[in-house]
């Protein structure tokens, strides 16, 4: 059965760095697109970063580019989210997602995994 599970949140300090993957099994995910996605206490599920299923195109939110990175490795099918400069603004579940196609939309991915908690405190 495919599986999405995302490791690597916990509490850290605002300019801080974390690293978050996602690892996947039971499907050949490495011709998905993955992508992370954040939601926030009371707000819906919003686009964080995207990587293409060869890992050669990636696609950022705003509120995020120049601060995180989002890479793959096809022999490990795991996706990280490596994110510098840490804000409070950036408190949330982080969730990673498939789909055969990278979009910006949560409601157009096929899978997601559980979520990991990242909270920044200032």
Known sequence: QERLVESGGGLVQAGDSLRLSCAASGRTFSTYARAWFRQAPGKEREFVAAISRSGSITYYADSVKGRFTISRDHAANTVDL?????????????????????????????????????????
């Open 82 to 122: 490596q994110m510098n400069s840490l804000k409070s603004e950036d408190t949330a579940v982080y969730f990673c997602a498939a789909r055969i196609i990278a979009t910006m939309r949560a409601y157009e991915y096929d899978f997601w995994g559980q979520g990991t908690q990242v909270t920044v405190s200032s």
